[in-house]
């Protein structure tokens, strides 16, 4: 397992904007996003493999996944932000290739998740 730190997450109104970090200690070519709602599974907002962006439906048109190697950090960057937004998001790194890039059954390292919250 690699390290990751999430930081970034805080309370803003619907319709702001966000960015979240996680830094990476440790060797990962793909790392991603996840997101835990209050009564809802984990689910994948985004990933990165190669420069690459993959979305889910969530983030879709709305979120940017980005990458600066020099820091080893891994952003997103999240703009018209609704209430259903709101929960725990989590940096993945280590891919492992058993299903597709957004489901967590993908991932072998998480950070401690940070949270979001949105009000409408």
């Known amino acids: 397992r690699v390290r990751l730190l999430e930081s970034g997450g805080d309370s803003v109104e619907a319709g702001g904007s966000l960015r979240l970090s996680c830094v990476v200690s440790?060797?990962?070519?793909?790392a991603a996003w996840f997101r835990e709602s209050p009564g809802k599974e984990r689910e994948g907002i985004a990933a990165?493999?190669?420069?690459?962006?993959y979305y889910g439906a969530s983030a879709k048109g709305r979120f940017t996944i980005a990458q600066d190697s020099t820091k080893n950090t891994v952003y997103l960057q999240m703009r018209y932000l609704k209430a259903e937004d709101t929960g725990m998001y989590y940096c993945?790194?280590?891919?492992?290739?058993?299903?597709?890039?957004?489901?967590?059954?993908?991932?072998?390292?998480w950070g401690q998740g940070t949270q979001v919250t949105v009000s409408s």
């Open positions: 993945a790194a280590e891919r492992m290739e058993r299903g597709h890039i957004l489901d967590v059954g993908d991932w072998n390292s």
């Open positions: 990165i493999c190669t420069g690459s962006p």
């Open positions: 440790g060797y990962s070519s793909c």
